[in-house]
C-alpha cells in the first residue's frame, strides 16, 4: 500500500504550472524585444554564443527538483506489513427531539440536556462502531453522517439546540425515516436507530415509520425523557412559559404509551429516562446485546519511508543544473573525443 504521511504539502505542486506558465511568459516578452532589433533569425547569427535549448533545459531542471523536493515533504510511503483482524461494531444513529417541549425541566437539568449527556456517554463507551446524528422537529436533517471520529460526534452533540429548526412540532415519522437513509451500504452489519423524544408526535406515522425500518433490518429503540404527569415548557432566555390559545401555560407530557408502540413495531424496546442513571444502564444494555457484525480488515502496520529517493532526484538534478551554462562553453568545443580517419 502506498501513501503520503504529509499529503497537505502535495497542494504545493499547483505552483509547479504556475512557475512554467510564467516562464513561457517571460521568454515570449523577451522574443518580442529581439524582434525589435531586426529578424529573430539574422539576430541569431550574431548571438552565436546563445543557446535557447539550454535555457529551456535549465528551467525543466528547476521545476522537476521543485517537484521532487514537494514529494519528499509529503513523505511517501509503502507498507511492508499487512495485519489481518476481525473487528466488531454496529451503526448507530442518534435521531434527537429538539422541539421546544425537550426544553422542560421535569428532567433535570432539563430533557434536552438529559439527553444529551446519555449520548455523550454512549459515544465515550464506542470503540469499533459507527455513530451519526439526525435532528428534527417539525422537520429534520442529518447534523453529522454516520462516522467514527467520536470527537465530532461529541462537538455536534454539544451544538444541538431547539433554534436550529425553525418549523416547531414533532415529526417523529419523518427522523426514523431520514435516519433510516443515513446508514453505510456495509452488508452483514447491526443497525439501530436510538430515537430521543418526549412523546408528542404532531404529524403521525411514526409506528409505520418503524416498522418499515424494521423490514430493512433496522432495530428503533426509543428513549422517552420526561414526566407522564407533564412540566410548563420554558421560553429560551427568559423567566416566562410558552401559553395556548387561551393564554394559558402549556404542559408538555410524557406519552409513554406512544413510545412503547414505536419501539414494539421497530423490533427494538423502550427506555423510560428520568432522573436517575437506570436509562443509562439499560441502554448499554441493549447497544452490547446488538448482534455485532463480524468484519474482517487489513492493515498495514509498517511502513518504510521513500522520501530519500526524491531528495538525492532533487539533488542531483540541481547539480546538473549548475554545471549546465545558459551559453555554448567554447572550451569544450576543442576537445574531440573522436578524430577522424
Same mark, same amino acid.
Given at each position: 500500500?502506498?501513501?503520503?504521511?504529509?499529503?497537505?504539502?502535495?497542494?504545493?505542486?499547483?505552483?509547479?504550472?504556475?512557475?512554467?506558465?510564467?516562464?513561457?511568459?517571460?521568454?515570449?516578452?523577451?522574443?518580442?524585444?529581439?524582434?525589435?532589433?531586426?529578424?529573430?533569425?539574422?539576430?541569431?547569427?550574431?548571438?552565436?554564443?546563445?543557446?535557447?535549448?539550454?535555457?529551456?533545459?535549465?528551467?525543466?531542471?528547476?521545476?522537476?527538483?521543485?517537484?521532487?523536493?514537494?514529494?519528499?515533504?509529503?513523505?511517501?510511503?509503502?507498507?511492508?506489513?499487512?495485519?489481518?483482524?476481525?473487528?466488531?461494531?454496529?451503526?448507530?444513529?442518534?435521531?434527537?427531539?429538539?422541539?421546544? @417541549?425537550?426544553?422542560?425541566?421535569?428532567?433535570?437539568?432539563?430533557?434536552?440536556?438529559?439527553?444529551?449527556?446519555?449520548?455523550?456517554?454512549?459515544? !465515550?463507551?464506542?470503540? !469499533?462502531?459507527?455513530?451519526?446524528?439526525?435532528?428534527?422537529?417539525?422537520?429534520?436533517?442529518?447534523?453529522?453522517?454516520?462516522?467514527?471520529?467520536?470527537? @465530532?460526534?461529541?462537538?455536534?452533540?454539544?451544538?444541538?439546540?431547539?433554534?436550529?429548526?425553525?418549523?416547531?412540532?414533532?415529526?417523529?415519522?419523518?427522523?426514523?425515516?431520514?435516519? @433510516?437513509?443515513?446508514?453505510?451500504?456495509?452488508?452483514?452489519? @447491526?443497525?439501530?436507530?436510538?430515537?430521543?423524544?418526549?412523546?408528542?408526535?404532531?404529524?403521525?406515522?411514526?409506528?409505520?415509520?418503524?416498522?418499515?425500518?424494521?423490514?430493512?433490518?433496522?432495530?428503533?429503540?426509543?428513549?422517552?425523557?420526561?414526566?407522564?404527569?407533564?412540566?410548563?415548557?420554558?421560553?429560551?432566555?427568559?423567566?416566562?412559559?410558552?401559553?395556548?390559545?387561551?393564554?394559558?401555560?402549556?404542559?408538555?407530557?410524557?406519552?409513554?404509551?406512544?413510545?412503547?408502540?414505536?419501539?414494539?413495531?421497530?423490533?427494538?424496546?423502550?427506555?423510560?429516562?428520568?432522573?436517575?442513571?437506570?436509562?443509562?444502564?439499560?441502554?448499554?444494555?441493549?447497544?452490547?446485546?446488538?448482534?455485532?457484525?463480524?468484519?474482517?480488515?487489513?492493515?498495514?502496520?509498517?511502513?518504510?519511508?521513500?522520501?530519500?529517493?526524491?531528495?538525492?532526484?532533487?539533488?542531483?538534478?540541481?547539480?546538473?543544473?549548475?554545471?549546465?551554462?545558459?551559453?555554448?562553453?567554447?572550451?569544450?568545443?576543442?576537445?574531440?573525443?573522436?578524430?577522424?580517419?
Amino acid at each position: 500500500m502506498f501513501r503520503f504521511e504529509n499529503p497537505i504539502y502535495l497542494y504545493a505542486l499547483a505552483i509547479i504550472p504556475l512557475l512554467a506558465l510564467l516562464y513561457y511568459y517571460s521568454s515570449y516578452r523577451r522574443k518580442k524585444r529581439l524582434r525589435r532589433y531586426g529578424d529573430p533569425h539574422l539576430l541569431r547569427e550574431f548571438m552565436i554564443d546563445v543557446s535557447l535549448w539550454r535555457s529551456q533545459t535549465k528551467a525543466w531542471l528547476l521545476l522537476l527538483a521543485l517537484t521532487s523536493l514537494i514529494i519528499a515533504a509529503a513523505r511517501p510511503q509503502f507498507g511492508t506489513k499487512i495485519d489481518t483482524s476481525e473487528r466488531n461494531g454496529i451503526e448507530a444513529i442518534i435521531a434527537m427531539d429538539v422541539s421546544n @417541549s425537550m426544553l422542560a425541566n421535569d428532567v433535570r437539568p432539563s430533557r434536552l440536556d438529559k439527553a444529551k449527556m446519555l449520548v455523550s456517554n454512549m459515544v !465515550d463507551d464506542m470503540r !469499533d462502531d459507527k455513530v451519526g446524528l439526525v435532528v428534527y422537529a417539525g422537520q429534520a436533517f442529518v447534523q453529522l453522517p454516520i462516522t467514527n471520529d467520536y470527537v @465530532s460526534a461529541k462537538m455536534f452533540l454539544d451544538g444541538i439546540d431547539p433554534s436550529m429548526i425553525a418549523t416547531q412540532g414533532t415529526d417523529i415519522a419523518t427522523a426514523i425515516d431520514l435516519a @433510516s437513509r443515513s446508514f453505510t451500504q456495509k452488508k452483514d452489519v @447491526s443497525r439501530a436507530i436510538f430515537l430521543i423524544t418526549d412523546g408528542e408526535d404532531n404529524e403521525g406515522g411514526a409506528v409505520e415509520a418503524a416498522k418499515e425500518a424494521a423490514k430493512k433490518g433496522i432495530r428503533v429503540y426509543i428513549l422517552g425523557v420526561g414526566s407522564p404527569d407533564g412540566a410548563h415548557v420554558p421560553i429560551p432566555g427568559t423567566t416566562q412559559y410558552f401559553i395556548d390559545d387561551q393564554g394559558n401555560p402549556i404542559v408538555s407530557c410524557l406519552n409513554e404509551e406512544m413510545c412503547r408502540q414505536i419501539a414494539r413495531a421497530g423490533n427494538g424496546a423502550y427506555i423510560y429516562v428520568d432522573n436517575s442513571s437506570s436509562a443509562q444502564k439499560e441502554l448499554s444494555k441493549y447497544v452490547d446485546k446488538l448482534a455485532k457484525a463480524k468484519l474482517e480488515s487489513q492493515i498495514y502496520s509498517e511502513f518504510d519511508e521513500q522520501y530519500q529517493g526524491f531528495i538525492i532526484l532533487a539533488l542531483f538534478l540541481l547539480l546538473v543544473d549548475m554545471c549546465l551554462l545558459e551559453r555554448k562553453n567554447h572550451i569544450l568545443q576543442n576537445f574531440h573525443l573522436f578524430s577522424k580517419g
